[in-house]
Nanobody
């Protein structure tokens, strides 16, 4: 129903920068929030940064001042600019959208319920 296509990520030295992008497609009626989570080996998945439909952004304390999220839910895309990367930023980064979908009857769209949708993940590795 909903697909999240991620790009970016890779290998970088500490202090370097990377940019992640995510684009949502499919039977999306409305996106309420879109953002990025990450999961390091042996750790739980955690929110990195997100942006809501009213433009409010929020960040994990560990990335404030270094990462910037941009984009908007209406355009169904989001970008995460990551600067001053540290080895502890190493993780698989996942795009997430909290969105409602729709079904069609004739030419009319009918909104369905909200759910979380995930991208396949992209690896970010920061070497010291």
């Amino acid at each position: 129903q909903v697909q999240l296509a991620e790009s970016g990520g890779g290998l970088v030295q500490a202090g370097g920068s990377l940019r992640l992008s995510c684009a949502a497609s499919g039977r999306i009626f409305k996106i309420n929030d879109i953002g990025w989570y990450r999961q390091a080996p042996g750790k739980e998945r955690e929110l990195v940064a997100g942006i809501s439909s009213n433009g409010i952004t929020n960040y994990a304390d560990s990335v404030k001042g270094r990462f910037t999220i941009s984009g908007d839910t209406a355009r169904k895309s989001v970008t995460l600019q990551m600067n001053s990367l540290k080895p502890e930023d190493t993780a698989v980064y996942y795009c997430n959208a909290y969105a409602s979908t729709y079904t069609m009857k004739g030419w009319t769209k009918y909104e369905q319920g909200y759910d979380h949708f995930w991208g396949p993940g992209t690896q970010v590795t920061v070497t010291s």
